[in-house]
Structure formats: structure tokens, C-alpha cells
């Protein structure tokens, strides 16, 4: 499967922990996006990567978030000590260039219990 | 409020046309996309077009857009139960940058037999 992968598909976390999100880009791809979908709104622009740098990180919260995009291995969507208000789908997307249009994986569902 | 809006359900009889409308805010909008969210999938581009453009037509699809209005509206025409999806409308003012990408709430379409 050549497409962007995401994983897990679902998670379930305690308020308090720790929730990693994790993507791998197509073969090829060296651009990583994260959007946040809140039920019944649309996708919200979180962070923007090239392969170890943050590029644009003027949509996702200052506090408890961070994202990384190493130089081997997928990259990791990190939200510590989450609160119900983190529930949602979380989306990654990449792309060849900051040019080319988006392929996006399937998402993971955080719920927050 | 939202840059993008989009009405969230729209339900049509197998066979007929179905319109999906999307209305959006800003006026420097230069590339309006439409996505389809099939059940448990990322998103996947299914057209786009340019501000210069009024009319775009693809086999079944048609994209119509006022941009006096700023009103973007999706026809899928002999519509058919694989339609089933929620179809995501969204605007990016430039090409150069994939994150300045925003997106409506998305429109779920029933087929019904």
C-alpha cells in the first residue's frame, strides 16, 4: 500500500495520558501536514513539516501539542496530559512538494474518556 | 465563524443529479477544491478549480463557481449509491502553499436505492 498511513486508526486515552499519533507519508513525500476535524466542523490546519523541520505551526495549540518529523520513521503527532476537548479525528497528508497537491490517510479517532 | 460553509446533509434517489453547495469568505481565494471522504478513508481530491474559471466539468461532475458571490457548488450528475461519501469543499488564496488550505465542515450524501 503505497498510500499515507496512519495508525492507530482508533484511540482511546484517559484524561491525563499521553496520546501519540503516528503517519507515515507516501514513498516519495517529504512534506507532512496534521489537521485536526472537531465533530461537525471542518478540517482545522495544526502543523506543517519537511523532514526534521517545522515548517508552519501557527494552527496547533502552544500548550500540551508538539509534533516531530524525524529523519527515519514516521512522523509523531504528540498531545500530553489530553483533556475531552482533544477528542477528534486527527488527519496527516503529505505531498512531494509544498506545491503539489495533498494525499491524505485515513485519520485516527481520539476519544478522550 | 467559518471560512468555508457547507449544509451537512443532503439526501437524493439513486439515478438523480445532487448539488452540493459551498459558500466561502475570503475574496482572495484563488483555488477551490472539492474532497470525498468515503466511510473510514482519508480524503481524496476529486476536482479543483481556479478563480479565473467559471465552469468545470469532469464525466458525472460538474463544478460551478460565482465568484461574485463567492459560491462554489458541486453537481454530480445520475448519481449512484458509491456517491455515498461526505464531500469536502475547500479554498487556498495561493498555490504555493499547501497549508494555507481551508476546509468546510464537509456535506454527507445519502444515496438511497
Known amino acids: 500500500n503505497a498510500g499515507v498511513m496512519q495508525n492507530p486508526r482508533h484511540l482511546v486515552r484517559r484524561r491525563g495520558q499521553e496520546a501519540r499519533l503516528r503517519c507515515s507519508p507516501m514513498?516519495?513525500?517529504?512534506?507532512v501536514y496534521w489537521y485536526r476535524q472537531l465533530p461537525e466542523e471542518g478540517l482545522k490546519f495544526m502543523v506543517y513539516l519537511q523532514k526534521e523541520n517545522i515548517i508552519d505551526e501557527s494552527g496547533m495549540p502552544k500548550e500540551r501539542f508538539s509534533a516531530e518529523f524525524p529523519k527515519e520513521g514516521p512522523s509523531i503527532l504528540r498531545i500530553q496530559q489530553v483533556v475531552r476537548g482533544d477528542s477528534a479525528a486527527y488527519f496527516c497528508?503529505?505531498?512531494?512538494?509544498?506545491?503539489?497537491?495533498?494525499?491524505f490517510g485515513s485519520g485516527t479517532r481520539l476519544t478522550i474518556v | 465563524g467559518e471560512d468555508v460553509e457547507q449544509s451537512l446533509f443532503l439526501s437524493v434517489r439513486e439515478g438523480d443529479s445532487s448539488v452540493i453547495n459551498c459558500t466561502y469568505t475570503d475574496s482572495s481565494s484563488t483555488y477551490l477544491y472539492w474532497y470525498k471522504q468515503e466511510p473510514g478513508a482519508g480524503l481524496q481530491l476529486l476536482t479543483y478549480i481556479f478563480s479565473n474559471m467559471d465552469m468545470k466539468q469532469d464525466q458525472r461532475l460538474t463544478v460551478l463557481l460565482n465568484k461574485k458571490d463567492k459560491h462554489l457548488s458541486l453537481r454530480i450528475a445520475d448519481t449512484q449509491t458509491g456517491d455515498s461519501a461526505i464531500y469536502f469543499c475547500a479554498e487556498s488564496p495561493t498555490a504555493y502553499n499547501n497549508n494555507d488550505m481551508r476546509f468546510g465542515a464537509g456535506t454527507r450524501l445519502t444515496v438511497k436505492p
Open positions: 497528508a503529505s505531498s512531494r512538494t509544498a506545491r503539489n497537491g495533498y494525499t
Open positions: 514513498k516519495g513525500h517529504s512534506h
